[in-house]
T-cell receptor
Framework: EPEVTQTPSHQVTQMGQEVILRCVPI?????FYWYRQILGQKVEFLVS????????KSEIFDDQFSVERPDGSNFTLKIRSTKLEDSAMYFC??????????????FGPGTRLTVL | KNEVEQSPQNLTAQEGEFITINCSYS?????LHWLQQHPGGGIVSLFM???GKKKHGRLIATINIQEKHSSLHITASHPRDSAVYIC?????????????FGTGTRLTIIP
């Protein structure tokens, strides 16, 4: 069964460093999302991406964050200068269609980011 | 105020018991998801509902759009059902595809 994959599973970085989290969505999916979950808190929306551009972003998704679909398969989240409070589990998700279709989102296993 | 509220926050039950987890939301939605999160952190989609009822194995999900309420039921619960169950909604704005999450219900099934 097709699934969303994410790499790495765990990333440790120093404050101020850049990190890139990678996701491979399900191949025929068109909508892509990043969510994050700070330890002990609920999952929060970061950004959605469709047709090679951001369709919506949250207040969390400030200028330090960017997303890219560099080729036909990968979907990346870059944090330019990490802060301690960026430590969280980051989930990628994808769906075939938006609200005009089923819109069911399928989640990757997550990347645990630890900023020291 | 949270747009998505779940109850209970924690639930411990004996193996075999019938489990009900509730989700209430305060906004118009186009769909509601039930998700399962295991201790390792990964999220698995269990159901997506926009009306009525869905069943998969021992899991049943129902939604009442008028009352803005959904329930997830587990029949004949088993220790392997122990996980955090999360309700998430897709709000009814055209082009708005994001999910808004509840805080989750931590379920522990004791053998």
């Amino acid at each position: 069964e097709p699934e969303v994959t994410q790499t790495p599973s765990h990333q440790v970085t120093q404050m101020g460093q850049e990190v890139i989290l990678r996701c491979v969505p399900i191949s025929n999916h068109l909508y892509f999302y990043w969510y994050r979950q700070i330890l002990g808190q609920k999952v929060e929306f970061l950004v959605s991406f469709y047709n090679n551009e951001i369709s919506e972003k949250s207040e969390i998704f400030d200028d330090q964050f960017s997303v890219e679909r560099p080729d036909g398969s990968n979907f990346t989240l870059k944090i330019r200068s990490t802060k301690l409070e960026d430590s969280a589990m980051y989930f990628c998700a994808s769906s075939v269609l938006g609200s005009s279709g089923t819109g069911e989102q399928f989640f990757g296993p997550g990347t645990r980011l630890t900023v020291l | 105020k949270n747009e998505v509220e779940q109850s209970p926050q924690n639930l411990t039950a004996q193996e075999g018991e019938f489990i009900t987890i509730n989700c209430s939301y305060s906004v118009g939605i186009s769909a509601l998801h039930w998700l399962q999160q295991h201790p390792g952190g990964g999220i698995v989609s269990l159901f997506m509902l926009s009306s009525g009822k869905k069943k998969h194995g021992r899991l049943i999900a129902t939604i009442n759009i008028q009352e803005k309420h959904s329930s997830l039921h587990i029949t004949a619960s088993h220790p392997r059902d122990s996980a955090v169950y999360i309700c998430a909604v897709r709000i009814s704005n055209f082009g708005n595809e994001k999910l808004t999450f509840g805080t989750g219900t931590r379920l522990t099934i004791i053998p």
